[in-house]
């Protein structure tokens, strides 16, 4: 079965650094575009980035550029969304996305998703 | 950036009915668009793909259309399992929106 397992729930305090995780399995984790994608309470939702974990290239939504980190390590096929300095305003879930597989290269659609990873940030 | 609008933001409906969805680009998008189906609590689930291709495993009272800015997702009889939020996405080569969401609600 192909899945995205996202790791658990966080609870930080503003200006904590936090990196969650988004393992695949069921396919070939190196070939297929990981992305992240932002859901705020009761919002909808807002593409962060996107990554390859064949070679760890790393695109960003121009809003996020900066605010955020997206690697991979694909010898445990496993994707990464990092913080350096969270602020309040970083209270949301997040899910981890995989690339549609019928995506042409840069054209990147969602067919597979976790089941999001919730940070709350909060003093 | 390229601004996806739906309408309408909320759509009250009866198991049966007929649903209509539409999705606006700001500028053309081809037919670089998804649609997804969102329950509360859980992750976006995947339904048309390129404009009008249905995702394996969706039923096929789901269909979608459109091109360059105007799209439509339609369900033929909406069944209960199909009250949800629905958001389109588009995929062009420099950029991916989404819209900000249709909450389809028992009538």
């Known amino acids: 079965e192909m899945q995205l397992v996202q790791s658990g729930v966080e609870v930080k305090k503003p200006g904590e650094s936090l990196k969650i995780s988004c393992k695949g399995s069921?396919?070939?984790?190196?070939?297929?575009?990981i992305a992240w994608v932002r859901q705020k309470p009761g919002k909808g939702l807002e593409w962060m980035g996107i990554v390859y974990p064949g070679d760890s290239d790393a695109r960003y939504n121009p809003s996020f550029q900066g605010q955020v980190t997206i690697s991979a390590d694909k010898s445990i096929s496993t994707a990464y969304l990092q913080w350096s300095s969270l602020k309040a305003s970083d209270t949301a879930m997040y899910y981890c996305?995989?690339?549609?597989?019928?995506?042409?290269?840069?054209?990147?659609?969602?067919?597979?998703w976790g089941r999001g990873t919730l940070v709350t940030v909060s003093s | 950036d390229i601004q996806m609008t739906q309408s309408p933001s909320t759509l009250s409906a009866s198991v049966g009915d007929r649903v209509t969805i539409t999705c606006r680009a700001s500028?053309?998008?081809?037919?670089?668009l998804a649609w997804y189906q969102q329950k509360p609590g859980k992750a976006p689930k995947l339904l048309m793909y390129?404009?009008?291709r249905l995702e394996s495993g969706v039923p096929s009272r789901f269909s979608g259309s459109g091109y360059g800015t105007e799209f439509t997702l339609t369900i033929s009889s909406l069944q209960p399992d199909d009250f949800a939020t629905y958001y389109c996405?588009?995929?062009?080569?420099?950029?991916?929106?989404f819209g900000q969401g249709t909450k389809v609600e028992i009538k």
């Open positions: 500028q053309t998008i081809s037919n670089w």
């Open positions: 390129q404009a009008s």
């Open positions: 996305a995989r690339q549609g597989a019928a995506a042409p290269t840069g054209h990147w659609y969602f067919d597979l």
């Open positions: 996405q588009q995929y062009t080569s420099y950029s991916r929106t």
């Open positions: 069921g396919f070939s984790f190196t070939n297929y575009w």
